[in-house]
């Protein structure tokens, strides 16, 4: 069981917008740590998508933002594209573990 | 961005150590205020942190493994090691390494491909 919750999955059709929600505690998000966002691609590596909260990294598109707020944050996809299609993890630190950890993650569907 | 390449035995019998080394390339592990990371992430399933190191050589490691863990540095080689002592078969999965940003809540922007570790009989 993760300490950060995600719902398993999410879909959508091509050029809708999706929302995946990354539910915190006290001891993360509650206490002030910020969110971070990783796109996993089918048989690859995680990527960073967003920092902090609501920062690309240079070379994401900008129909990726984040936002969090008091114990919860999500991530935001506009203009859902095939190639969208992923597994996405939130992550932030831990004050308890004294330590990152990461959300169960979410499948997202481009139907 | 550095480039990071994990590399490893790929099968490791139970009970014994898993070593794997991580080499970077295009920065130097000892720039700045560096940190490394090693995250993995079982067959089918989500990612966990393992432990982090600073080029200095301080620790940091997740409660549920640092008894079994062990994370290193080498400057002279830009590369970062890690051992898992006492493996069984939740410890097969892909292994990976990333630079770790410090902010108040450390990311990882800079991640390998991924060494895929088996343990097995």
């Known amino acids: 069981q993760s300490v950060l919750a995600q719902p398993p999955s999410v879909s959508g059709a091509p050029g809708q917008r999706v929302t995946i929600s990354c539910t915190g505690t006290?001891?993360?998000?509650?206490?002030?740590?910020?969110v971070h966002w990783y796109q996993q691609l089918p048989g690859t590596a995680p990527r960073l998508l967003i920092y902090?909260?609501?920062n690309r990294p240079a070379g994401v598109s900008d129909r990726f933002s984040g936002s969090r707020s008091g114990t919860s944050a999500s991530l935001a996809i506009t203009g859902l594209q095939a190639e969208d299609e992923a597994d996405y993890y939130c992550?932030?630190?831990?004050?308890?573990?004294?330590?990152?950890?990461f959300g169960g993650g979410t499948r997202l569907t481009v139907l | 961005q550095p480039q990071v390449q994990e590399s490893g035995p790929g099968l490791v019998r139970p009970s014994e150590t898993l070593s794997l080394t991580c080499s970077v390339s295009?920065?130097?592990?000892?720039?700045?205020?560096?940190?490394w990371g090693w995250v993995r992430q079982p067959p089918g399933k989500g990612l966990e942190w393992i432990a982090n190191?600073?080029?200095?050589?301080?620790?940091y490691y997740n409660p549920s493994l640092n008894r079994r863990v062990s994370i290193s540095v080498d400057t002279a080689k830009n590369h970062v090691s890690l051992n898992v002592s006492s493996v069984t078969a939740a410890d097969t999965g892909f292994y990976y390494c990333?630079?770790?940003?410090?902010?108040?809540?450390?990311?990882?922007?800079?991640w390998g491909q991924g060494a895929l570790v088996t343990v097995s009989s």
């Open positions: 295009g920065v130097s592990i000892s720039s700045g205020s560096s940190y």
């Open positions: 992550q932030s630190y831990d004050s308890g573990l004294s330590g990152p950890v």
């Open positions: 006290s001891s993360n998000f509650g206490a002030g740590y910020d």
């Open positions: 190191i600073h080029y200095t050589g301080a620790t």
């Open positions: 902090d909260n609501n």
């Open positions: 990333a630079r770790v940003v410090v902010t108040p809540a450390a990311h990882f922007d800079s």
